[in-house]
């Protein structure tokens, strides 16, 4: 492997920690305490987290909407469906939906994300 994957691998995984905290951090400004840090959050959420990352710089020009419309893709391709509950157990997420019908507060989410990600690029690129 060459040292520029590695390092772009490094970085992504970096960014991803940074989206993932950001989310948990406005979870918590909305009375939702279900977010885990980086730290102690489950593989198959912080892969979420950087098949986000990785599909915002394959596609910049993504919009939050269309970020959630690929997360879903993953998702669902993982095996994943619509449930009441968010369940690693039964594979459910509440959030499995066209993005039309998520609340306000979890578009917001998507807007995070991105908004954490293309600033972080924009600070490397002219640091």
């Not at 406005?26 to 990785?54: E, F, H, L, M, T």
């Not at 009441?84 to 979890?106: A, I």
Request: proline residues 3%; glycine residues 4%; hydrophobic residues 30%.
């Amino acid at each position: 492997m060459s040292k520029s994957s590695v390092d772009n691998s490094e970085r992504t995984r970096f960014i991803a920690k940074l989206c993932h905290e950001a989310n948990k951090v406005y979870c918590q400004s909305i009375d939702d305490d279900s977010q885990p840090s980086w730290d102690n959050a489950p593989d198959w959420q912080k892969k979420s987290a950087i098949d986000g990352v990785r599909g915002l710089i394959k596609n910049p020009t993504f919009t939050a909407q269309q970020m959630h419309e690929n997360w879903v893709r993953h998702k669902t391709a993982d095996n994943w469906i619509y449930g009441d509950k968010k369940s690693e157990k039964y594979k459910t997420h509440p959030c499995l939906v066209r993005y039309e019908l998520l609340s306000e507060s979890q578009k917001v989410k998507d807007h995070i994300f991105r908004a954490v990600i293309l600033g972080y690029l924009e600070t490397i690129r002219v640091g």
